[in-house]
């Protein structure tokens, strides 16, 4: 992607066809549940090194997806808000059995 996308809309089946190996979205789904665990035990504990926890363990496998992969960029470096929004909707789309309609919508065959 050479240029920032005009809106969310647009963003969102180009962040889907960017994690379009079941392999990508597995390690994906990996590190989020990783990084939720260690903001839950920042809450519980109170100790902040779960924090720096949480964002290694959110990356490293997401990033390891794309470049062993996809072979593709990561999304975070040009719309890191959306892509990190994104991550969340596409866990909780998988979380709850919709993922599949989404991948889809966004032309791919799950």
């Known amino acids: 992607m050479a240029e920032k996308l005009p809106s969310y809309s647009a963003f969102w089946p180009y ?13 994906h789904f990996l590190g989020t549940s990783l990084a939720l665990i260690c903001l839950i035990l920042l809450i519980v504990t109170g100790n902040w090194w779960w924090l720096p926890a949480a964002l290694v363990a959110g990356y490293l496998f997401a990033w390891i997806g794309h470049v062993f992969i996809e072979h593709n960029r990561p999304a975070t470096f040009i719309h890191p808000l959306w892509s990190l929004a994104s991550d969340f909707r596409m866990y909780a789309l998988w979380v709850t059995g919709r993922l599949k309609g989404e991948l889809r919508r966004a032309g791919l065959e799950p």
């Open 15 to 27: 962040y889907l066809r960017e994690h379009g190996r079941a392999r990508t979205r597995a390690l």
